[in-house]
């Protein structure tokens, strides 16, 4: 079992940052992949970023050029870098760690990007 406690949510202009945190505790965190999925009001709950522990990266084109996925291991910390925020970018932000299928979730975090 892996638990997850996200952080740094929060309401921006747009064009501004955030940088989101997600701690995970558990025996397996150190071997799983990690990342981010959002959810908008009404809309399905979606892949934003992953990175692998041997730090191979994903990102959904929609945040290509602008977000940053790490990933400190050693602190089983993801974290991930926001800039030039969109309006379109508001959602709940869900950290994720997934280890041959078995996934888990944290809370979720709300970032709200005002136009």
């Known amino acids: 079992q892996v638990q997850l406690v996200e952080s740094g949510g929060g309401l921006v202009q747009a064009g501004g940052s955030l940088r989101l945190s997600c701690t995970a505790s558990?025996?397996?965190?150190?071997?799983?992949?990690m990342g981010w999925h959002r959810q908008a009001p009404g809309k399905q709950r979606n892949l934003v970023a992953s990175?692998?522990?041997?730090?191979?990266?994903h990102y959904v084109d929609s945040v290509k050029g602008r977000f940053t996925i790490s990933r400190d291991n050693a602190k089983n910390t993801v974290y991930l870098q926001m800039n030039s925020l969109k309006p379109e970018d508001t959602a709940v932000y869900y950290c994720?760690?997934?280890?041959?299928?078995?996934?888990?979730w944290g809370q979720g975090t709300q970032v709200t990007v005002s136009s």
């Open positions: 990175i692998t522990r041997g730090e191979i990266i």
């Open positions: 994720f760690h997934d280890l041959l299928g078995r996934t888990s």
């Open positions: 558990g025996t397996i965190v150190s071997i799983g992949a």
